[in-house]
Nanobody, 121 residues
Framework: QVQLVESGGGLVQPGGSLRLSCTAS????????RGWYRQAPGKERELVARITNSGRTDYADSVKGRFTMSRDNAKSTEYLQMNTLKPEDTAVYYCHAAIVTRWGGTAINYWGQGTQVTVSS
């Protein structure tokens, strides 16, 4: 059973920083893709950042230059460093990973429980 556990959310003032982490546990043979998504009230979930197993990253235009995604393969952990936070960054942030858990199996999408990020003065 695979589980993604997130941490690092909270309340921060505009211009501040937060670092989110997401650790996968369970039977993990391979992680093919990782990403961070967010969803604000009344809005659809959107992709914030993603990273491949080779380390290539991609960011939404709204966060490019402010957010940085990384991963630690040894720890099965992905991170999202968020700098120069803005009120419009307020949302529930979810980590995602496409994980192969069985030999000969295909990657399955797993999601973290979500962590609230609130940017307000």
């Amino acid at each position: 059973q695979v589980q993604l556990v997130e941490s690092g959310g909270g309340l921060v003032q505009p211009g501040g920083s937060l670092r989110l982490s997401c650790t996968a546990s369970g039977t993990i043979l391979r992680i093919d893709d990782r990403g961070w998504y967010r969803q604000a009230p009344g809005k659809e979930r959107e992709l914030v950042a993603r990273i491949t197993n080779s380390g290539r990253t991609d960011y939404a235009d709204s966060v490019k230059g402010r957010f940085t995604m990384s991963r630690d393969n040894a720890k099965s952990t992905e991170y999202l460093q968020m700098n120069t936070l803005k009120p419009e960054d307020t949302a529930v942030y979810y980590c995602h990973a496409a994980i192969v858990t069985r030999w000969g199996g295909t990657a399955i999408n797993y999601w973290g429980q979500g962590t609230q990020v609130t940017v307000s003065s």
